[in-house]
């Protein structure tokens, strides 16, 4: 487990690009897994400036996402769908057929949910996975109570994740009570995962998950299982640390 603690989102961004783009060269078609969220915002604005720098080829890339609302069109202004287009993909040389995005109005969700593991499996499995991290410790929707084996599906969102994103909907009750979402389980078999985090509300999650027990009340403390996680912390959500990490 790495981490780096950093004094500003912007830094957060530019160091896990640089992270990332040392893992992609040379692979042309490298697997992301990707996020989304305020987290992941100054990492795409990075890769971005890289790509158009031409620093940073995406030609062959292949990304799937960890999660989509259950119930939202791929053009709803709140789908991760659109979300991933605004925010990264409308801005680099992708191919937009060799992105993947969970399909929240899929008819039949368990065999959707399938059909993406196995789709991950056909190229390998995802080499990098970015994440971020809930103010209740959830990575990808999988809220506390989740089994650290759990693969893609569909779970119900606590109250607490419900209200924290209601501020992108115009009422609460417009919020979905479902998400598709990769399980613990699938994030934990990507080769290497980046996780970004910032914001004193992350501090408590981001102590939990770093130095307390592997448990399933904090999903992301499962992350300790795993070889090659790079953590990036701006200072204020590592407020709560009591080890020397990255200091």
């Known amino acids: 487990m790495k981490v780096i603690i950093v004094p500003s989102k912007e830094e957060m ?32 604005q990075e890769l971005i400036r890289m790509n158009q720098a031409r620093e940073l080829d995406f030609a062959g890339a292949i990304t799937f996402n960890l999660d989509e609302y259950i119930g939202l069109p791929p ?16 801005h680099i040389n992708i191919n937009r057929a060799f992105t993947h995005v969970p ?18 499996d056909d190229v390998g499995g995802v080499k990098c996975q970015v994440l971020g991290i809930g103010g209740n410790g959830h990575i990808g929707f999988n809220e506390p109570g989740s089994s650290l084996a759990s693969r893609t599906r569909v779970v119900n969102l606590t109250r607490g994740t419900i209200e ?18 990769m399980g613990i389980g699938t994030i934990l078999e990507a080769e290497s995962i980046v996780m970004l985090t910032y914001g004193e509300n992350k501090a408590d999650a981001v102590a ?12 992301a403390s499962a992350l300790q299982l795993h070889e090659d996680v790079t953590w990036i912390i701006v200072e204020d959500a590592a407020a709560r640390l009591t080890l020397e990490w990255g200091r």
């Open 75 to 90: 053009d709803h202004e709140q789908s991760y769908r659109r979300f991933m287009n605004e925010n990264l993909f409308d």
């Open 13 to 44: 961004g530019t160091r896990a690009a640089a992270v990332i783009a040392e893992r992609m060269r040379g692979r042309p078609h490298f697997v992301l897994g990707l996020a989304t969220g305020s987290s992941p915002i100054p990492l795409y």
């Open 164 to 181: 924290d994103n209601a501020r992108f909907f115009e009422r609460i009750e417009d919020v979905p009570k479902q998400a598709i979402s």
């Open 208 to 219: 939990k998950s770093l130095e307390g027990p592997i448990t399933a009340s904090v999903p």
């Open 103 to 120: 399909d929240g109005m899929a008819k039949d969700v368990d065999a959707h949910c399938a059909a993406y593991e196995q789709m991950m």
